[in-house]
DNA sequence: GAAATTGCTATCATTTGTGTAGCAATAGCG
DNA sequence: CGCTATTGCTACACAAATGATAGCAATTTC
């Protein structure tokens, strides 16, 4: 069982020293873990509800990921489905603004992106 | 070569939409990358600088991390090695509070993890 | 011109993620 | 009760990402 949650204070993937924050990292920065946290940040969802609202992750990842931000007190049961608890929804709060700052990102990127040859946009 | 750099507005790992949203998490989602960009927000650094401050990433992996996030204007080269670019230290920013957060979940977390059933000391 | 430093690439074992199938448990229905 | 549908999840087998290590070409320093 070489998968384990991160958590601060014990090492975590690649790093050694267990710093909050990079336990932070290792927890989010694992495959659909800040998108489960954003589509339940508009409300809860049953497991099969998420799986299709993050286009089909697979069940396997899910299940992952679920139980790594249940154990990270991220997310919990209610009677609706899976939902961010407390914690959750304060990290949340916290990621909102990445929602707006990524279309104005995404607009940068779309200017250095312009095909000097053929593409049509 | 299966590895490309997620861009918004381009499906990306797992992504079909290409929401701007699901580009960044997939971008911010690989391993290292948030600690990159947290080590370049104190200080310019070279290849191998960023690579000890990172626990010693090992280099295919910051290779290829640096490359995405240049490829996604977040960083640049500069006199002084690697540094984030405006756009970078923009989203910055933005995850500059988590660093506090993951403190105080840090310390939520030793409470969850303290022993429930020894309680009658 | 020898040594040290830097920015990488090459290789390969290990870990993670994907895609699909399917099963046990529960709920609704006649 | 039997039938069907849904839900939460497990079990693979295959693909992709990461980790660890070695090392090389191009500077810089002496």
């Given at each position: 069982?070489?998968?384990?949650?991160?958590r601060p204070g014990s090492?975590?993937?690649?790093?050694?020293t267990g710093k909050?924050?990079?336990?932070?990292f290792d927890l989010l920065g694992r495959s659909w873990a800040l998108g489960i946290i954003w589509q339940l940040s508009?409300?809860?969802?049953t497991f099969r509800h998420l799986q299709e609202s993050c286009e089909s992750v697979s069940p396997s990842v899910l299940n992952r990921r679920i139980k790594e931000l249940r154990e990270s007190g991220l997310l919990e049961?209610?009677?609706a489905g899976y939902q961010l608890s407390d914690t959750g929804q304060e990290l949340f709060?916290?990621?909102?603004?990445?929602?707006?700052?990524?279309?104005?990102?995404?607009?940068?990127q779309v200017?250095?992106?312009t095909e000097p040859t053929s593409n049509n946009t």
């Open positions: 069982m070489p998968n384990h949650t991160p090492p975590v993937r690649g790093s050694k909050p924050i990079m336990a932070l508009q409300q809860p969802m049961r209610g009677d709060q916290l990621l909102a603004p990445l929602g707006n700052w990524s279309t104005h990102w995404a607009g940068l200017e250095n992106t």
